[in-house]
């Protein structure tokens, strides 16, 4: 079997030709031969790309705030001969001519998941649901990443917020035990992929021994990026196996949230992973995030939602970019994302189409891109209630500036322009909502 048939990609760059297949089929070498600094990449590409377009990338990632670690799975998928408009590069290596200044509206930590934390390392925001951060570390890290204010080294430009390792879970498992209203915990970080397999039944087994907890979610992007971590890491794959057995037994749900942007990433090794899982009974939804450039056409959204269903991965969401600082080039507007949601409705079963998303900045949690109920055109302004969170408050996402016109992108950047823009439309408060 060579490298293309593991990757289903018949150009693969060949970056990795010479590596013995069984080498590269394992995930502990794929851990040691990541590329985590631009002078490693260098020497990997150079023949592979023009100097113009690496010195492209070593602009970008002096500029950006998130680190980089790509292993060389994704490496291989990366079409380098055509790397300015390839869409897996897009995902992990900024090209400085592709940046755009943020919208003023942006932040760090746009879901102000820092301001909903009832202990370390836990979010709790919806009353039945708590998000618990676990690591902060990933197998690749993303340039979008909702959560780039903990994951990932420290870069020149952003210092990380520091997240637990396994003896700093302990206030989280005490407030998650002595809160009964809490069914549904998703556990995150950073990706369990980083986790040792012992921490995984450690914790695993802590949620399950909670009679209130129903659902357990292991977030890990490792099924997209390094798939051959269920092949070939036994005590990391059995460990969930075993957690996700004893749940069944105790008629709880232990399942696997995953993250595929690109039809291309559903590769011949992915299916393998897949049918490892599936035997085991782990199911395993996707959470796909909407990128400008990498899939914000409904061509490509259809296939990636065809490719998902047929290896079993349900196409569970197309979440919109965050609005978190360095991600303007990612963003696309609402009504864009409305666009493509009409386009991809019907081009398969409805179980097996993607719920569009946006993640309420402020921290209103996930609504259905179409229910807003205040619109702006002018200014690219949406508003969503969000009962459950707060009854009180409209939350506000902001349509990328490129997308309006000149005018209100120069009132936008003029100094002062963000308070007067929400002085003029009153959403310097929060809008009172009549009551129900
Ligand atoms: S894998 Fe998830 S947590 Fe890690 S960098 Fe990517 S988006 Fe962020």
């Not at 055509?82 to 592709?98: A, G, H, K, W, Y």
């Not at 909903?116 to 676990?134: E, G, I, Q």
């Not at 069944?248 to 595929?260: C, E, Q, Y």
Request: aromatic content about 8%; hydrophobic content about 40%; overall charge neutral.
């Amino acid at each position: 079997m060579s490298l293309n048939d593991v990757l289903g990609f018949e150009n693969s760059s060949g970056l990795y030709a010479s590596t013995p297949k069984e080498d590269f089929l394992n995930h502990a070498w794929q851990d040691k031969n990541s590329i985590i600094r631009i002078e490693q990449l260098e020497a990997v590409v150079r023949d592979k790309i023009a100097p113009a377009a690496l010195s492209e990338i070593r602009d970008g990632l002096k500029k950006v705030g998130m680190s980089i670690r790509l292993n060389p799975y994704i490496m291989e998928l990366i079409d380098w001969r055509n790397v300015e408009t390839d869409p897996i590069r897009r995902q992990f290596l900024p090209m400085i001519s592709e940046l755009e200044a943020d919208h003023p509206c942006m932040s760090v930590d746009s879901l102000e998941e820092r301001n909903t934390s009832p202990a370390p390392n836990l979010v709790h925001r919806y009353p039945d649901k708590v998000l618990f951060l676990v690591t902060s570390v990933c197998p690749v890290y993303c340039q979008y990443c909702t959560r780039s204010y903990a994951v990932g080294q420290d870069t020149p430009s952003l210092q990380k917020d520091n997240v637990t390792s396994a003896n700093g879970w302990a206030a989280a498992l005490d407030y998650i035990r002595s809160t009964p209203t809490i069914e549904d915990v998703v556990v995150s970080g950073g990706d369990i992929a980083r986790l040792k397999p012992q921490n995984i039944k450690v914790l695993g087994n802590a949620l399950l021994d909670i009679e209130h907890v129903r659902r357990i979610r292991f977030a890990t992007k490792s099924v997209s990026v390094q798939p051959m971590k269920f092949l070939s890491d036994d005590a990391w794959f059995s460990a969930i196996a075993e957690v996700a057995k004893r749940g069944r037994d105790m008629f709880k749900s232990v399942f696997v949230h995953t993250h595929f942007n690109h039809p291309r990433e559903v590769t011949p090794l992915v299916e393998k992973a897949m049918r490892r899982l599936f035997a085991e009974s782990i199911y395993v939804r996707n959470q796909a995030v909407l990128l400008r450039g990498v899939n914000d056409d409904s061509k490509t959204l259809i296939e990636l939602t065809k490719k998902l269903g047929r290896v079993n991965i349900q196409p569970y969401y197309v979440y919109s970019c965050d609005m978190v600082m360095g991600t303007e080039h990612f963003r696309v507007s609402i009504e864009e994302m409305q666009h493509l949601e009409r386009e991809v409705r019907g081009a398969t079963a409805g179980f097996n189409t993607p719920l569009f998303i946006v993640d309420a900045p402020g921290g209103g949690g996930k609504r259905d891109v179409h229910s807003y109920e205040y619109r702006n055109d002018k200014y690219g302004v949406t508003g969503y209630r969000s009962p459950s969170v707060d009854r009180n408050r409209m939350y506000f996402h902001f349509d990328p500036l490129r997308t309006l016109d000149a005018e209100a992108r120069a009132e936008w950047r003029a100094p002062g322009g963000r308070e007067a823009i929400l002085e003029r439309l009153r959403l310097a408060k929060p809008i009172p909502v009549a009551a129900e």
